[in-house]
């Protein structure tokens, strides 16, 4: 007994229905992955790229307060005064950078923020230095000349490490506006493939007295 024509297609459309089905669940998959994704993207950017250049920002400040306690110590009435200014700037600094150890930080920031943090724990403390003003002696130009040497080569770490948040931020909305796309893509296929589903429940509610009636005979 050869099995009616009006069963074979019911076979194939329910094998059509089948793959459909698994589609619009992995489909389903893809989203959550998406989404996870773009959520990960939106967090670094906050946590790891904005809150970092706040961090930068504060760091940069600092130092540059004490550049300019060292290059015009002789205007100050009380030297120590200056002294305990700069160490007090200093260890803000070094708090901000633990802050930012903890951040997710890219091979490169790691690099350049351990130069950073080595300088101003062993070049830029001000107690490691002669005296760089005294009202006998006046200004001693050669450790001035010194300390700004490694104030420089510290914010230029801080440039480097500027401009990597710049990189990491637009290559993290780069992926996010890839992530974007491609659920796009897969929305539209999402859209034509509930299309056939319907069009199959159709056919296979259609075709069902057809089916019944071939049974009978």
């Not at 459909?20 to 996870?36: A, E, S, T, W, Y």
């Not at 205007?75 to 005064?81: F, K, Q, R, T």
């Not at 943090?117 to 002696?137: C, Q």
């Not at 589903?197 to 259609?206: G, N, P, S």
Request: charged share 30%; with cysteine; net charge negative.
């Amino acid at each position: 007994m050869k099995t009616p024509k009006s069963l074979t297609n019911k076979l194939k459309a329910a094998i059509v229905l089948t793959f459909l089905l698994l589609v619009i669940f992995g489909k389903n998959i893809l989203d959550r992955k998406n989404f996870n994704e773009l959520e990960a993207s939106f967090i670094s950017v906050y946590e790891d790229r904005l809150v970092v250049e706040s961090y930068i920002f504060s760091i940069s400040e600092n130092l540059f307060r004490i550049k300019l306690l060292v290059n015009h110590c002789w205007e100050e009435s009380d030297y120590s005064h200056v002294l305990e200014e700069i160490e007090d700037y200093e260890e803000q600094i070094l708090k901000t950078v633990e802050t930012f150890e903890r951040t997710n930080l890219t091979v490169a920031e790691e690099q350049f923020l351990t130069d950073f943090k080595e300088i101003v724990m062993n070049k830029l403390r001000i107690n490691d230095y002669e005296s760089l003003y005294s009202e006998e002696a006046g200004i001693n130009t050669t450790q001035v000349h010194i300390y700004n040497e490694h104030i420089e080569r510290a914010i230029k770490d801080l440039e480097k490490l500027s401009q990597i948040q710049i990189e990491e931020g637009r290559r993290l909305a780069d992926n996010s506006e890839k992530v974007v796309n491609r659920s796009r893509i897969w929305a539209q296929f999402e859209i034509a493939a509930l299309a056939m589903l319907l069009l199959i429940i159709y056919l296979l509610i259609y075709t069902s007295r057809n089916i019944k009636s071939e049974l009978i005979d």
